[in-house]
């Protein structure tokens, strides 16, 4: 099947946002087996979304449209869509009611431009939006099928995902199937040089992948149906485990923090958080995760010398002697938290994550990391570059790394 | 001028990248009044390139291609552009040699395949490459006009910036200015619904957008100059402002953080936060504006019920009578970090974030934020909906919008 994108928005054509819906699109439909020939961007209007439509069946007879499902008069791409089609839009009751809903939930009140977010072609496939108002939308006439999704990635994305994935795999008959192994730890290149001979393979293929801080390994398969791919991904996957086992803290959708948290639950550990530059993140990231409260009770964001003594108990004469940021400020940092806490792993953060707040022998993207544990108190000095953001997100990674490798040492020495 | 963005390459039909390339293009080109009416991205295939080509010149008269210039042979968008305006592919010397140059400060052997790049259709103007080897061009035949330009980001966009678009801004002899109000505590439609007038003006264009729990409307002129485009956009920005301006934090790149902590830094105010079910998200966000320490100096994260009794002297009967997802308890988080920090207003949250804990009289999506300063606590009940990130996130927003709602309250009564 060949297929275009058309992302409809003029903040696309203006260059306020980038097109991440293309990517998150081709990259889905190519899982499904459906080649991607164009993609296009065209603005809120009318006569030149028209235009783009008619072009992009000139050329392929799958179009996926993102954007312009909104309830303001700018937002035409279903009416545009259904008249192509030579569809009347009428009122689907269950997604007039399901908005209605959302806006009851959010306690506000339905203003009457979102009535038109219901009306849809007559005989189209509905596409329930949980994570918005607008309901996207699948339309067929023998030759020509358009998919309609909402804008926002956050809606377009699970829609994708959850209910035209599944129709398009049904439609092309050939699925293509990947498995990630997700590791810290372990640089790409190192990682890569422990697989080469997998990676000739054709099918499934070996691709390795580095993203901030952790590397991957994606295995993928063409197949017929979900079986056979993984009777082909399998042993190649068992292989990797031989090989990078030890690397390995999850697969696919998994993440750092998710893992971590599995594992505090697995082993009955709780932890806290003492936090100066990342002011809170990590405490963040781990509460992020769904049944956390099992393991999390209680973290502490000192980014005030005063707060680090106050709270956590560091030494006056430690921030005098040592400064805030130096390994001793960041191991009382834990020490602290765990008493303070009671918690069995407590972590501390303490560095310069700039823009400003740089001197030569401290410059920003110094920080130290600690752990304390019955074990007693580690402590690891980074050196991170770019920007505060990246150095604080870093940090959160190296945090999750080090608590983890903690936990999978102690449980070796068992 | 009317153009269109066309970007060649495979890997971005496959999603394996993001076309940035076509955002910053577009950002640029309307700060030089070109109107860019579509994007298109096709991959290194010639047939389909060149149709890609023909349809474009059929919409637009500028055609602004990046990608395809490398030295490999699927690199054939110099090549199929020539003969698309008829013109032969000759020797450019200088650049040859500028190629040659850059090999030998790299240390590096020039491969023969380099030299195809030092070939440019005859006639058209050079565009030098200070950062890669392929240099970029402009070609023009009276009514229609190509400008070609390498794929690599870091190579692109200096090649935009220093030579494209002052050879623009002097062809169109006019800009394109946007200026974007953004609102919260208001929903699109409802926004939109205030404005629907000025909407229908045509320079400026007023466009209503949706992100995140927040709205905003963007003005955009059309003029021979900034100054003029400001006189154009100052008094619809005025009237938005004077039926709208209750909901609007700021312009522009302004976020909602961004725009609280600027406020609490003119105003000499100190902030703290008590967070349970966000976990920290309220004080790492705080904490990712640089400068922040100077209104913020620890935080409190009270993800179990001890934890709020022992860090904030929230009372036992308090959550024994009404639970930890309270009005009553919310306000004593409040009070207890404001006493514990110091600081001179705190904020706190808690709720029930989902997927898990949720009941009949206490749903998922139920979260009290409260504030307390000198003038006493304050306290919201929020019914959110969506994921367990959403609620979080969104429950930042409205603690976010509270401070600052207080804030300017606050200075009014004065």
Not at 97 to 125: L, V
Not at 243 to 270: F, H, M, N, P, S
Not at 353 to 359: D, R
Request: charged share 30%; aromatic share 4%; proline share 4%.
């Amino acid at each position: 099947m060949k297929a275009e994108i058309i992302a409809v928005g003029t903040e696309l054509l203006l260059g306020q946002i980038v097109n991440t819906n293309a990517r998150d699109l081709a990259a889905g439909l190519s899982d499904c087996g459906v080649i991607v020939y164009y993609q296009t961007v065209v603005g809120d209007n009318p006569g030149r979304l028209k235009d783009a439509i008619k072009d992009a069946y000139k050329r392929v007879d799958l179009v996926i449209l993102t954007g312009g499902l909104g309830p303001t008069k700018d937002d035409l791409t279903k009416e545009i869509i259904a008249e192509y089609f030579g569809k009347k839009l009428v009122l689907h009751q269950p997604s007039l009611d399901r908005i209605k809903g959302y806006f009851d939930r959010m306690g506000r009140e339905m203003n009457e431009t979102n009535e038109k977010q219901a009306y849809m072609p007559e005989g189209c496939i509905i596409l329930e939006n949980n994570c918005g108002t607008a309901p996207g939308l699948i339309i067929e006439n023998g030759e020509k099928t358009a998919i309609l999704l909402p804008g926002p990635p956050k809606e377009m994305n699970p829609m994708f995902e959850n209910e035209v994935k599944p129709w398009l795999k049904e439609k092309t008959g050939s699925i293509i199937k990947s498995r990630t192994l997700k590791m810290v730890d372990i640089g790409e290149s190192n990682m890569a040089a422990e697989v080469t001979d997998l990676m000739e393979g054709e099918n499934p293929t070996v691709a390795p992948y580095a993203k901030e801080g952790e590397s991957e390994l994606r295995i993928t398969a063409m197949a017929e149906s979900e079986d056979e791919a993984d009777k082909l991904i399998e042993p190649v996957a068992k292989e990797i485990y031989a090989r990078l086992g030890e690397y390995i803290y999850g697969e696919d959708d998994t993440t750092l923090v998710e893992a971590l948290v599995k594992k505090l639950i697995q082993k009955k550990l709780t932890i806290s958080t003492a936090e100066s530059c990342t002011g809170g993140l990590i405490a963040s990231e781990i509460t992020s995760v769904a049944g956390s409260s099992e393991i999390f009770g209680s973290g502490y964001v000192t980014y005030a010398n005063c707060a680090k003594m106050k709270m956590l108990g560091v030494k006056d004469k430690t921030l005098a002697d040592y400064g805030a940021v130096s390994s001793e400020t960041a191991k009382e940092m834990a020490e602290g938290a765990r008493a303070a806490s009671g918690a069995d792993i407590a972590v501390s953060v303490t560095g310069i994550a700039g823009p400003g707040g740089g001197s030569a022998e401290k410059p920003v993207g110094l920080v130290y990391i600690a752990l304390a544990d019955n074990g007693g108190t580690i402590c690891e000095k980074l050196k991170l570059d770019g920007s505060r953001d990246k150095v604080r997100g870093r940090t959160v990674k190296n945090v999750l790394k080090m608590v983890i490798q903690r936990i999978d040492k102690k449980g070796e020495n068992k």
